[in-house]
């Protein structure tokens, strides 16, 4: 339809009862504000208001024109208004990857309550332990566990990854408890096979850093297969509180040297990350706002670490 510009603009000058009224509330100049006007009586071949040098009022047709802008006017608003809660809703399809131990842990359990929270969204979660492309595979978000989130994209922290050394009370019954690295010489270390990792682990102590060649009857790239083995017995490890946090609760697990803390490959951050945009989605906003949330200062993990004694449940 023609002329919505210039209606509107009518309907403007009428509610303000002056052209510079009008003009400061559309932020335009008087005069353009009376050209338009002078343009829809042009087009409609009428006058729709009498002009004096200090009133303003409606002709008979402008009275009758008016009634059509305003509704045109309120239906534009209204449309406008809907348009923009729609856009801050969160909706849609959420397609993100995380890595298999951590998304199965602490990213998946997540999705129901997300879901009652924003039921207009559906989630789909790819468990992989690789780095994947957001643009060429279509991911609106990923989850990663590293020390740096990588060139050209955004990054959000969401928690500390940390590293305990621990094992089972049996274990440690049997063999004794480590107080330094050192004393790592003497104990079955299962160790996680994986490039960084391996059998040489390094900590920050109280007389500053020191390695250690540890070595053990069993490696494996899973840390929640090394969990398994520390809850048979068969010996200690090296591994992220995330996996064996609700086992340190509960005492199945416990842990040791307390005053060392790992460093290098054993140290990382959980990130959200996502591409560089100008308008970061809502549900992508609400998804990652909600983790951080979820996960807290401390991560509900961490409640048996070196930083927090007291148990805290998510």
Request: charged letters at 20%; one cysteine or more.
């Amino acid at each position: 339809m023609q002329y919505l510009t210039e209606m509107s603009i009518f309907a403007k000058v009428v509610e303000a009862k002056s052209f510079s009224g009008a003009a400061r509330s559309l932020k335009l100049t008087k005069s353009a504000v009376s050209k338009q006007v002078s343009r829809l009586e042009q087009a409609l071949g009428t006058r729709l208001l009498n002009r004096t040098t200090r009133t303003l009022s409606l002709t008979e047709a402008g009275g009758a024109v008016y009634e059509h802008c305003a509704r045109i006017v309120s239906s534009a608003e209204a449309a406008q208004l809907a348009a923009s809660r729609l856009a801050a809703t969160p909706r849609g399809v959420l397609r993100l990857s995380a890595p298999v131990t951590f998304g199965k842990m602490h990213v998946a359990p997540c999705v129901p309550e997300f879901l009652r929270r924003y039921p207009d969204v559906a989630v789909q979660i790819s468990l992989l332990d690789r780095i994947v492309d957001l643009a060429e595979e279509g991911y609106d978000l990923a989850i990663r566990l590293t020390q740096k989130p990588g060139e050209n994209l955004v990054a959000r922290k969401l928690a500390t990854i940390r590293y305990v050394i621990c094992g089972s009370p049996e274990y440690f019954a049997r063999a004794g408890l480590p107080k330094k690295p050192e004393d790592l010489t003497g104990h079955n270390c299962v160790s996680y096979g994986s490039e960084g990792f391996g059998e040489r682990w390094q900590f920050e102590g109280p007389q500053g850093r020191v390695a250690v060649k540890v070595k053990g009857n069993f490696q494996i790239n899973s840390s929640e297969a090394i969990r398994q083995a520390l809850l048979d017995g068969i010996g200690i490890a090296l591994v992220p509180t995330l996996t064996v946090g609700a086992d340190l609760q509960s005492g199945a697990l416990k842990m040791a040297m307390k005053s060392y803390r790992p460093i290098g490959p054993f140290s990382s951050e959980a990130y959200a990350i996502y591409l560089p945009n100008r308008q970061l989605s809502p549900k992508v906003r609400a998804f990652i706002d909600f983790l951080v949330e979820r996960f807290g200062t401390v991560p509900y993990w961490d409640a048996v670490s070196p930083v927090t004694e007291s148990p805290r449940l998510p």
